[in-house]
């Protein structure tokens, strides 16, 4: 799986919008882009994922470039609660399904 | 319903004692897996497990360390003779769909190791 780049770290306000970008430039045309978030003292938590198409759910909105190197992760209206380490992943699945982390974005939202 | 449990939540013990970490995945998951993260650190994975097929263990850092799942369901990770470097908090996650792209990973709470 191709391997991805975020910034170590982030800071947002309360109520803002949160957007954390991931650098994937080596990413295949069959590997698709997960996130995942992990609140401190908790299992990682799965909120978006897409291959092409901007994606968006009850979490978040995921853009991704029409080349693909790169994608953004948007929490619309960060919350305290939104403070986590967000890990951006390339999948391709098939018969390897592990995921494989990085170290992710602290990204801290501040009152 | 039920997520992903894990036990215990906490366990301390001394190097070269023998410990048995615990991993309950959701009732109907196929697919269950086994992480670690060490502080400060991403996860690394150690194994998975699919249904009834051989177990993929390319992620064991040493032949301390084993697992197994009962009846497709219930999994045991088991560290021998435990060293301080595997103090971490292990991590057990589980997912429906096989065979498809899609690999939404359910992961439990984490049962943190501190081997003195």
């Known amino acids: 799986d191709a391997k991805t780049t975020q910034p170590p770290s982030m800071d947002c306000a309360e109520g803002r919008a949160a957007n954390l970008p991931c650098n994937h430039s080596?990413?295949?045309?069959?590997?698709?882009v997960y996130w995942y978030r992990q609140i401190h003292s908790q299992g990682p938590q799965y909120i978006i994922h897409g291959l092409k198409n901007n994606e968006t759910n009850e979490m978040a909105s995921l853009i991704i470039t029409e080349d693909r190197k790169s994608s953004t992760l948007i929490l619309p209206h960060a919350t305290l609660r939104d403070t986590a380490v967000y890990y951006c992943?390339?999948?391709?699945?098939?018969?390897?399904?592990?995921?494989?982390f990085g170290k992710g974005t602290l990204l801290t939202v501040n009152p | 319903g039920a997520g992903v449990s894990q036990s215990p939540s906490n366990k301390v013990t001394e190097k070269g004692k023998d410990v048995e970490l615990r991993c309950d995945p959701i009732s109907g998951h196929t697919a269950l897996y086994w992480y670690r993260q060490s502080l400060g650190q991403g996860l690394e994975f150690l194994i998975y497990?699919?249904?009834?097929?051989?177990?993929?263990k390319s992620g064991l850092p040493s032949d301390r360390f084993s697992a197994e799942r009962t009846g497709g369901s219930v999994s045991t990770l088991t560290i021998q003779r435990t060293q301080q470097e595997d103090s971490a908090v292990y991590l057990c996650?589980?997912?429906?769909?096989?065979?498809?792209?899609?690999?939404?990973?359910?992961f439990g709470p984490g049962t943190r190791l501190t081997v003195l």
């Open positions: 497990f699919q249904g009834n097929s051989a177990p993929d």
């Open positions: 992943i390339a999948y391709s699945g098939g018969s390897n399904y592990k995921l494989t």
């Open positions: 080596t990413i295949s045309g069959n590997e698709y």
């Open positions: 996650a589980s997912s429906l769909i096989l065979g498809r792209r899609v690999n939404e990973q359910f």
